[in-house]
Structures are given as structure tokens and as C-alpha cells.
């Protein structure tokens, strides 16, 4: 099935953020775009943040994405429209805090997100049948992005 991105990902600043700056709007594949777009956000901007500070920017985006994703989902009538990536942004930040540095975990925390976001393991497919509005939408992601933080430091540390 095609992403079919409505005209207002280029003209309002709240849905273009939903739309990871407008890598959800990628015709095929949005959610997997979307985490490729945050990969450079996380190498330039969290990487290096102390694992506090680093926390604390994940709080803060992720309370950012429920209004984000919430506000954009009900202006287009539709919940969870598949361009709608923040969640995967903030999922893909979340596998990735705590992660050695260097490309191997970066292409690890990658695979992993993709794959629990994917295949969505309970609790996640209850929470992305159940819990709608920004919330929701947000809640399966962070959910999949803690799933993929433990297997990752379950690899770092017994595997690596």
C-alpha cells in the first residue's frame, strides 16, 4: 500500500514535524524512512549527551510527540496515518540511549526498532489496537524502542 501524503506536510510546521520532516511522505516504507531520518539526529545531537541529559531530551520529545502526532492525526481524520514517523524517531532514540558509539549499533538499534515495530509483540499490538489519540500513537513506538533497548544491551553486554 502506498503512503499517500496530504499537501499540508509542506505548508504546516506541526505536521511536517509528525511527518519527520517529510521523511514519513517516502511513497513506500514511511515508518523505516522515518527511522533513517532520525539516524542523523542521534549521531549529531544525542550521542554525545551525558545519559542523563540524553533521558531528559527523550522525555521531552516524546511529550512533544503526543501533541505532534495527536493534533496531526486529528486534522487528517485518520489515526496513526502511516507518514506520521515522530513516533519512530523518538523509538529509535530510545533503542539507541546507553549504546556504545560506531556504526555496528547504530545498524543494530536500526534492525531491532524495525523489527518490534513491525511485528509489534504484545503488549504492542494491544497498545496500537487500544490506545488511540497522540498517546497512543507515541505509546507503541516507545514501547517497541524499550524492547530493542534491552535486547541491544543484552547483545552489548553478552554478545559484543
Same mark, same amino acid.
Given at each position: 500500500?502506498?503512503?499517500?501524503?496530504? #499537501?499540508? /506536510?509542506?505548508?504546516?510546521? +506541526?505536521?511536517?514535524?509528525?511527518? !519527520?520532516?517529510? %521523511?514519513?511522505?517516502?511513497?513506500?516504507?514511511?515508518?523505516?524512512?522515518?527511522?533513517?531520518?532520525?539516524?542523523?539526529?542521534f549521531?549529531?545531537?544525542?550521542?554525545?549527551?551525558?545519559?542523563?541529559?540524553?533521558?531528559? #531530551?527523550? /522525555?521531552?520529545?516524546?511529550? +512533544?510527540?503526543?501533541?505532534?502526532? !495527536?493534533?496531526? %492525526?486529528?486534522?487528517l481524520g485518520v489515526h496513526d496515518h502511516s507518514g506520521i514517523v515522530w513516533d519512530e524517531f523518538v523509538g529509535f532514540w530510545i533503542t539507541m540511549w546507553l549504546a556504545p558509539t560506531g556504526w555496528l549499533y547504530i545498524l543494530l538499534g536500526f534492525v531491532l526498532f524495525r523489527l518490534f515495530d513491525i511485528l509489534k509483540p504484545w503488549p504492542i499490538s494491544w497498545i496500537d489496537k487500544h490506545v488511540h489519540g497522540g498517546f497512543g500513537i507515541m505509546l507503541d513506538d516507545i514501547l517497541a524502542g524499550l524492547m530493542s533497548f534491552v535486547v541491544l544491551q543484552a547483545l552489548v553486554t553478552f554478545v559484543l
Open positions: 500500500m502506498a503512503n499517500s501524503a496530504p #499537501a499540508s /506536510v509542506w505548508r504546516n510546521p +506541526i505536521h511536517f514535524l509528525a511527518f !519527520g520532516l517529510g %521523511s514519513g511522505a517516502a511513497p513506500k516504507a514511511p515508518g523505516t524512512f522515518g527511522t533513517l531520518a532520525a539516524i542523523p539526529f549521531i549529531f545531537f544525542l550521542q554525545g549527551l551525558e545519559p542523563l541529559h540524553y533521558f531528559g #531530551a527523550l /522525555v521531552v520529545t516524546s511529550v +512533544i510527540g503526543i501533541y505532534l502526532c !495527536g493534533k496531526t %492525526s486529528k486534522d
